[in-house]
């Protein structure tokens, strides 16, 4: 099974959009092995999002992402790293599809709510920037039987 990172931005946690977020991974199916609220520090914020230094939006999106607590979660099961982008919506709001996360909670290209990450290879580097090993719980659920 695979697992992926997400996190409920800033923006989410502040307008009380955690539950909400968090609902629909486990309605869809998908098992939470890791969640917890934390501040980010700068450091950990540049090395997350490496791959935008330089760019225009990149000290924005610093401040932005270490402005306020985030709710950090790795999440578990089938194809789960693109169904989660899917979920997701977009990363600009307004070109989000009807239904999807962003489309539903955000307009803002720079306040849009949730992170995912975009392939098995950020989601590996990234549960592993923000989540100790032992912060990682395996176990099973009856369910998993009428899911999969
Ligand atoms: P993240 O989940 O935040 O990584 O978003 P996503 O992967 O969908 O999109 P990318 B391209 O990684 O954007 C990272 C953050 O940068 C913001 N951004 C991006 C801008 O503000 N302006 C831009 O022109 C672009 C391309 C949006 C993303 N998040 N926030 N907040
Ligand atoms: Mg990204």
Redesign the pocket.
Known sequence: MERTYLMV?PDGVQRGLVGQIISRFEQRGYKIVGLKMMQISREVAEKH?G??VG?P?FQ??VD??TSGPVVAMVVEGKDVVSAA?EM?G??NPLKAAPGTIRATFGVD????V???S?SLESAQREIALFFRPEELVDYGRAIDSWIY
């Not at 290209?109 to 849009?112: A, D, E, Q």
């Open positions: 931005k999002y791959e935008h760019k939006f924005g999106l932005f992402i982008r997701m977009a990363t290209v720079g306040r849009n949730i992170h995912g975009d």
